[in-house]
């Protein structure tokens, strides 16, 4: 089959028309695929990190680290907030557009042979493109879950997981357990395993899972580290880090206590892989400070965006507001997946804000969208302050006359909904 693209948007179009066949795990199509282009995925170093939550945080102080060397960091994230281009990166800069074209150009025939996923393609893309720019290392993102996840194609230096939690259990199970060992799939053999998870249970299962998938080097972080003295404001986190004797009083501008552990990840992971990728403590302290992702307690005047999409997710997010503090009166635009647990996550939020206005998000998929009048029916009976707005920008235009702070949350794609219709860029700071 022969393609003639004009742009990029065509080429988009394309690539999301791989959709429609839903979640299809597995490897072998994007082994396949690779291998017709020549394998770029095995021409540089590779991190490869998966987890429920603190995946992308973990990969952006990476990120800052690294290229605070001089290095040319690829960073692979999904999904997006506004823009596709936002998921392929190299030093924070995103895949041209022309690359793109040229890519569904080329390697559409093998693409539909193969028949391969639009998630597949994205990925041989994402490596593909590392390849041809020449990066020095790359930072690598699951999709989902981790064994069966596309990018588990990689051969890395070292790989994490963050942590495990209650998401997509219809496809990584609907225990921790099952979970956790979707997640430890990407661990390898002769390879560092590092175990960002805290809960100690949790991290002992991952750490078996490490030693079966025959891992070189198996850190738990919570082992390794003592954090102590964190502190919480409007600009980010700063606590004290002691590790194999060293200590130190570090700052990054994600807000949360949370990002604390996901420091002492990424500084971890950095370490088990050796020169010239470790360093010091002292070094890691001022490269933090270039340490962004959008999203995550992500603030723009009155606004503040945060792609928490689960319960766990929501929870954090409802302490990183109590250490803020921000400007009252708070509300709340609200708008989560109907396959969530939406119900804990409005119960967590309901706990730090004023009023929620309950809506729907333009971009999330149909089949997905929740009801908004069970969604109003339950929460009212539990009591909870909220108001619904079906209209998006009608919602967010409600709160922002109303509040003095407005948090959005509950998806990607209300959060990326939000900063388009406001005109954000999401790589503004």
């Given at each position: 089959?022969e393609?003639?693209?004009?742009?990029?948007?065509?080429?988009?179009?394309y690539?999301?028309s791989?959709?429609t066949?839903?979640?299809?795990?597995?490897?072998?199509?994007?082994?396949?695929?690779?291998?017709?282009?020549?394998?770029?995925?095995?021409?540089?170093?590779?991190?490869?990190?998966?987890?429920?939550?603190?995946?992308?945080?973990?990969?952006?102080?990476?990120?800052?680290?690294l290229?605070?060397?001089?290095?040319?960091?690829?960073?692979?994230?999904?999904?997006?907030?506004?823009?596709?281009?936002?998921?392929?990166?190299?030093?924070?800069?995103?895949?041209?557009?022309?690359?793109?074209?040229?890519?569904?150009?080329?390697?559409?025939p093998?693409?539909?042979?193969?028949?391969?996923?639009?998630?597949?393609?994205?990925?041989?893309?994402?490596?593909?493109?590392f390849?041809?720019?020449?990066?020095?290392?790359?930072?690598?993102?699951?999709?989902?879950?981790?064994?069966?996840?596309?990018?588990?194609?990689?051969?890395?230096?070292?790989?994490?997981?963050?942590?495990?939690?209650?998401?997509?259990?219809?496809?990584?199970?609907?225990?921790?357990?099952?979970?956790?060992?979707e997640?430890?799939?990407?661990?390898?053999?002769?390879?560092?395993?590092?175990?960002?998870?805290?809960?100690?249970?949790?991290?002992?299962?991952?750490?078996?899972?490490?030693?079966?998938?025959?891992?070189s080097?198996?850190r738990?972080?919570?082992?390794?580290?003592?954090?102590?003295?964190?502190?919480?404001?409007?600009?980010?986190?700063?606590?004290?880090?002691?590790?194999?004797?060293?200590?130190?009083?570090?700052?990054?501008?994600?807000?949360?206590?949370?990002q604390?552990?996901?420091?002492?990840?990424?500084?971890?992971?950095?370490?088990?892989?050796?020169?010239?990728?470790?360093?010091?403590?002292?070094?890691?302290?001022?490269?933090?400070?270039?340490t962004?992702?959008?999203?995550?307690?992500?603030?723009h005047?009155?606004?503040?965006?945060?792609?928490?999409?689960?319960?766990?997710?929501?929870?954090?997010?409802?302490?990183?507001?109590?250490?803020?503090?921000?400007?009252?009166?708070?509300?709340?635009?609200?708008?989560?997946?109907?396959?969530?647990?939406?119900?804990?996550m409005?119960?967590?939020?309901?706990?730090?804000?004023?009023?929620?206005?309950l809506?729907?998000?333009?971009?999330?998929?149909?089949?997905?969208?929740?009801?908004?009048?069970?969604?109003?029916?339950?929460?009212?009976?539990?009591?909870?302050v909220?108001?619904?707005?079906?209209?998006?920008?009608?919602a967010?235009?409600?709160?922002?006359?109303?509040?003095?702070?407005?948090?959005?949350?509950?998806?990607?794609?209300?959060?990326?909904?939000?900063?388009?219709r406001?005109?954000?860029?999401?790589?503004?700071?």
């Amino acid at each position: 089959m022969e393609r003639s693209l004009t742009s990029v948007q065509e080429a988009l179009q394309y690539l999301f028309s791989r959709t429609t066949g839903g979640v299809r795990l597995g490897l072998e199509r994007t082994r396949a695929l690779l291998a017709q282009m020549g394998d770029p995925h095995l021409a540089y170093p590779v991190f490869h990190v998966a987890g429920t939550n603190g995946k992308g945080s973990t990969i952006a102080t990476a990120s800052a680290l690294l290229r605070s060397r001089g290095l040319r960091v690829g960073v692979y994230t999904s999904p997006h907030l506004v823009e596709f281009r936002e998921r392929i990166l190299v030093n924070d800069t995103p895949i041209d557009e022309q690359e793109i074209v040229e890519f569904v150009q080329r390697w559409t025939p093998e693409i539909e042979r193969l028949e391969a996923t639009f998630f597949e393609g994205t990925t041989a893309l994402a490596f593909a493109h590392f390849a041809r720019v020449g990066v020095d290392v790359a930072l690598i993102e699951t999709g989902l879950g981790g064994r069966l996840d596309s990018s588990n194609v990689v051969d890395p230096l070292a790989a994490a997981v963050t942590s495990i939690g209650y998401d997509h259990m219809e496809y990584l199970g609907h225990t921790l357990g099952e979970i956790a060992a979707e997640k430890a799939g990407i661990f390898k053999p002769g390879r560092p395993a590092i175990i960002g998870e805290w809960n100690l249970e949790l991290r002992a299962l991952l750490a078996s899972h490490a030693r079966a998938a025959g891992a070189s080097d198996i850190r738990i972080v919570a082992d390794q580290v003592a954090i102590t003295d964190v502190v919480v404001d409007g600009e980010g986190t700063s606590f004290t880090l002691e590790r194999r004797g060293s200590t130190a009083r570090l700052r990054t501008p994600l807000a949360g206590i949370h990002q604390s552990r996901n420091v002492a990840l990424a500084i971890e992971m950095l370490d088990a892989a050796g020169d010239p990728w470790r360093m010091s403590l002292e070094e890691a302290a001022p490269a933090l400070a270039d340490t962004f992702i959008p999203g995550r307690f992500h603030r723009h005047g009155k606004w503040i965006f945060d792609v928490a999409h689960n319960a766990d997710g929501a929870r954090v997010l409802a302490g990183t507001i109590r250490s803020v503090a921000p400007a009252r009166p708070l509300w709340a635009v609200l708008c989560v997946l109907g396959d969530k647990d939406w119900r804990a996550m409005a119960a967590q939020v309901s706990t730090v804000v004023d009023r929620i206005i309950l809506t729907n998000a333009p971009t999330a998929p149909e089949s997905r969208a929740w009801d908004l009048d069970e969604v109003e029916r339950v929460l009212v009976g539990e009591e909870m302050v909220v108001e619904v707005i079906p209209h998006f920008e009608t919602a967010l235009r409600r709160a922002e006359a109303a509040a003095a702070t407005v948090l959005v949350t509950g998806s990607f794609h209300t959060v990326g909904d939000a900063m388009a219709r406001l005109q954000l860029s999401p790589f503004s700071r």
